[in-house]
Every structure is written in C-alpha cells, then in structure tokens.
C-alpha cells in the first residue's frame, strides 16, 4: 500500500512540482537573475532558537506562577518574533543580480568578479551578505530602494586556464538577528587565467632581421645611421648640410639609413630546453611576452598547435597569453 501511494504521489503534480524544486539541474545562470519568493528560504538561527527557548521558559513561568505581566511579555516578545519573519524575508526577496566583468590575472592572483545588486523596491535593504565556497572572500552591502550597489567577490587562483565563479549564497539575519533568510545563485561567470610568469627566466632571445628584407628599403623603417661621402647620383635631400658646415673642407656628406627592416623576436615552442616540462615552458613564454612587450619588440608566439603572427600592442600581449593560458598541447 505504500507503494502504490509513493507512485502516485511521484506520478500528481504535487509530487512533480516537489521533485522539481529538490532535483532541478544545478545550471549555470546567465543574464539577470531576480530572487523571486520561491528561491529564498528562511530559518531561525542560533540566536533565533536561544530566543524561543526563552519565550518557552517565560510561558512555563507565567503558566506556573499565574503572572498576567509575565503572558503579556511572552506573547509580545514572540509577536516581534513573528513579524522579524516577514521583515527578514523581504530584505532579500526580488533583489536582482546583474553580472559584471571579469579581468583576466595570472596564476597565483585573485579572480576579481564584479556583480551588481539591484534594489527596484522602494525601501531599502540592508546587511546583505553575498559569499561563495571557502576560496571566496564575503562582502557585505547595504541597498537603498530604486539603486544599485557595485560589488567585487574575490576568488583564490592556483591554475591557468577558466576560472569559474562557484555557487554563491545570497544572506540577511537583518533586523534581529533571529531568522536567516538565504537564496543561492549558480553564476556563469568565469575569469581567464594567465600562467604564472616564471621569476628568474633567461633573458629574450636575440631578434632576428625579418627575412626577405636585406638591402630592400622597407618604408616607414629606414632609420638615420650616420654620414658618408657624396656619391654622384646622391639626391639633394640626402646632403647632410649640417655636417659639411662643419667641415674645414668642400667635401660633400651625405645621410645615410639602415634599411634592413625591422628586427623580429619569434618566442618558439620548440626552441625551449627540452628539459622544461609543459607549465614551466608556459610560464617562460609568459615571462617573454611582458618582457618584449616592455621593451616594444615585435614579437610571434610558436606553440606546437598555434601560430600567431609578430606584432606588439595591447591586443597581441592578450592573444598570445590567452593561447598560453588555453593551451592543451
């Protein structure tokens, strides 16, 4: 007979809606996510059960000792209790989460993820605790009605590659510290994460002159080199007026420019000791890049699955760390 009520309670709405609520997939959430009044649970806590064991003892007295002050303070103690209820509940409920960006770091940094709460009622929330797993630090913001407050949970990294933001705990014991209302959120948020670049790394590879360019006048790239005697087919612009003023003689000087084209710094795979293993190549090749992109060198990056062509800028230093940080070779 328990059985047959088991299957039928499984197989009625009740059962389904029951078993939805319990067992629904632990997603990721994208967008804004609104807690509606089904996604926040509330419960005393340890100050709220002290609490009523206290209540419990004042009704025992005044049932005891027949005292009408002693009835009067209980149930109105317990009333405040009672209403602290609805006033926990709704410091929490229908605030709205907003993602915000997300920086990639490298290993061994924290993950900054920035999220906005956002208030669209009109009274204010306050003491709103928003709080991951053990490698997540708390914070705590306070809500006025209509607005919305810009937070940073910062997560601990140990390792390259996505870093996601794990479940994250929505709580409030505001005003009386007697019930806990919390609400959970699965963000989708993930941050990228560079190797960590090695500490005491060689210095850069020497550039080479890009092939192809030897002696071929590469424009944009001549750069001045000195002086030479006057050779006939010279141009007028290239007489060094300066320097022959200052000649004691009638020689004719001419400027002369290195044409060869700019130096490029390919940073190769299969360059590296074989010795390293995979993370310790990574973290060289990471350390090379900040290092080239100080010293303004056009530079490629190598990898056994990936080529991507010499360049220097903001871009490319992202391009190559995010095949670093990616790297699965």
């Known amino acids: 007979m328990l059985d047959a009520f088991t299957h039928r309670l499984q197989h009625s709405a009740l059962g389904q809606s029951i078993a939805r609520m319990i067992f629904r997939p632990r997603v990721a959430e994208a967008g804004v996510v609104e807690l509606v009044q089904r996604r926040v649970f509330i419960l005393p806590t340890r100050t709220g059960l002290m609490f009523a064991l206290t209540l419990l003892v004042l009704l025992l007295g005044s049932i005891n000792y027949q005292l009408s002050l002693g009835f009067a303070l209980t149930f109105l103690l317990g009333a405040v209790a009672i209403v602290g209820i609805l006033h926990t509940f709704r410091n929490l409920a229908h605030l709205r989460i907003v993602p915000g960006r997300v920086e990639p770091v490298f290993a061994g940094e924290w993950a900054r993820f920035q999220i906005d ?176 992109e100080q010293q303004h060198v056009l530079y490629g990056l190598s990898l056994p699955t990936q080529h991507i062509a010499p360049a220097h800028g903001d871009a490319h230093r992202a391009q190559c760390l995010r095949a670093l940080a990616l790297f699965e070779g």
């Open 117 to 292: 709460l956002e208030n669209a009622q009109r009274y204010d929330r306050y003491a709103v605790t928003l709080q991951g797993d053990e490698s997540v630090e708390a914070v705590v913001a306070d809500i006025s009605g209509g607005n919305r407050v810009a937070l940073e949970l910062s997560c601990a990294t140990t390792r390259r590659g996505w870093q996601t933001l794990p479940r994250t705990t929505l709580a409030t014991i505001f005003p009386l510290g007697l019930w806990r209302a919390w609400a959970y959120w699965y963000p989708s948020l993930r941050c990228l994460v560079y190797p960590a670049p090695e500490q005491d790394a060689p210095p850069l590879p020497v550039p080479q002159a890009a092939p192809g360019e030897g002696g071929i006048t590469v424009a944009g790239h001549e750069d001045f080199s000195g002086v030479r005697p006057f050779v006939p087919g010279d141009a007028l612009r290239q007489l060094a007026w300066k320097a022959i003023a200052r000649q004691a003689d009638d020689t004719l000087l001419s400027k002369s420019f290195d044409s060869s084209g700019p130096a490029l710094l390919w940073l190769d795979w299969t360059q590296l000791p074989a010795a390293l293993g995979r993370e310790a190549r990574l973290s060289r090749l990471t350390r090379w890049i900040l290092e080239a």
